[in-house]
């Protein structure tokens, strides 16, 4: 950098850093506007919320998620715990949601800029590259997805490399450990250990090995206690080894990778992602490269090329190694020049004996209150799960009766009214009574939808329709964007057999639901949705619904059922709604 900021060699330059940390800052203040209008969701689609919120004690749904996020769990305690802290200390309620979880994302990425600033004495171009390679999360594209373990995955996987190029390994061993109950995917950095050639073979494996065997062995352990099941290593929710190395990921990747469209995987990053893989090659790189290319192939094979988000954990390592090209292009020849040994000379501040102390408070800061969440949400969860257990032994059976069911269901119905009042009826200002309330009422209640929809499955398997639609109600009552019980119900109202159980106006508002909730993404909801146009008597919008579906068979469906779509198309073509034949199972 030029001019007036130019940085002298061995020292630093402390208006040029006062001018850094402004920006940082305001870039901070401005990512914190962007992300507030995304804290509910985009149209359609909750999945921020949701995910964030999870942790919540009132609201704690974490059995509701699917295995790959259970992992994750630092992530959503953080998340939890800043919405419970904020909601019970200073009076924020639900109204302030957009402004907890865009501070939250703001102020980790706040960090995200300071360990680059003290760290690197090229920090204003790296920042300035992180922030404009953030934006593309903000395509629609990208899906509009904020999850709360992103950057915080992000700053220890960047810290990471920052101590192995400082040769502390320890701290880079710390940095890894704790950023992987982030997201499992910083794991990728235990690979540099391989790379200290300061330590022994054996020294170098057994850290490798260490590395993962904390998360393996701690991931167990913490979803142990909340009662959860989920693999070491559950990559699009695979619950063993076969389902890991299922195809059908890296197939659908490939496809992405070879289609030109505007949102290719090209542009993410800010265009980083590639440049850093044609410009990145050097002899003293090859610690990064390797952790970058393991990076992405196991995002070719696990993770999907079309969420934007992901690719954001390699975005300051790649900054990193261009600006050191950057440089060596420039002809400063400072970045180039080695200072003996293994280990290249990065253009590293002065600064960097302020960042571990605070890396150090960060790390205790984040585990120390993701712990003490934890804790609170197990001690009030704990007189639920005994509760779950004892039923578990006489009424979840693996395969239970319709009696078995039907008691579950009052059971589950009287727990949930009593606890409804209970809460009502609290007067006390101890916020763990209520808490420890409503998490009996949350429980009761998501096994009570449970329950109800087996019944409404077994009684659709007996022809029992009217029956059916009784249990799909009841659940919609309980949970209004139940997707099963919206796509059931609107089948029925649709297509039932009996005429007087059909509703075309009320199929197409449920089935129009069912699609939102799944993003007209799901192919069962659409074609319940054609069903119920036709039935309405909207054939033109049925005809055009039930194309679609045929067009999705060809890249789903089996023969069978795309040659049964073809022919209900025919019909809709023709004026004519589908409905069930006497004694067909929908």
Known sequence: MGGAFRVRRGGTNWRLLVFELFVAVSLSVTYYFLVENFAVGSPYNTTNSWVSTSCSIPAFHLQQLGD??????????????LFDFL????????????????????????????????ALRHSLFINLGIFAGLMYNFSPASGMYFYPWDLPATLFFTLAVLFFERRQMWLMVAATCVGCFFKETVLVCALLALFAGHWKWWK?????????????????????QLHFQAAAFSMD??????????????????RNFFSPTLNHTVFANAGTLVAVLVLGWRRRFLPYMTVILVFLGGQLMYGGFTEFHIFMQILPLSLILLSERWQDYAGSGAAGKSSGGSVPAWAMRETFPVLVPLVIVVMGLSTGVAAWHYYKIVKVLKPVRQIQDELGKSLFKKEPNISDLKAASQFFQTKYNEDELNLAMTRTNDQQICDAIEAHCQFFRSRYVETELNLAG????????SDAINHFQRVLELDSNSVPALNNLAFLRAAAFDPGLRNGNEAV?????????????AIVPIRTLAAAYAEAGRFDDAVATARKVCTMDLAQGPKELAARDEQVLEMYMSGRAYHQKAGEVP
């Open 509 to 521: 508002r449920l089935a129009e639901r069912a699609c939102q909730q799944t993003q007209y993404k």
């Open 204 to 224: 170098r494996i057994l850290t490798l090995a260490g590395i993962v065997a904390v998360y393996v062995v701690g991931k167990k352990l913490l979803l142990s």
């Open 237 to 254: 929710n695979a619950t063993n080894f076969g389902g890991l190395l299922h195809s059908r990921i890296l197939l659908e990747n490939l």
């Open 68 to 81: 790959v996020w259970k992992g994750r769990l630092w992530g959503l305690l953080l998340s939890g715990w």
């Open 458 to 465: 077994m009684a659709v398997a007996g022809h029992q329709f």
């Open 87 to 118: 909601a019970k200390n200073y009076s924020f309620g639900v109204e302030h949601y957009e402004c907890l979880f865009a501070m939250y994302q703001g102020i980790w990425l706040l960090f995200l800029f300071l360990t680059v600033i003290f």
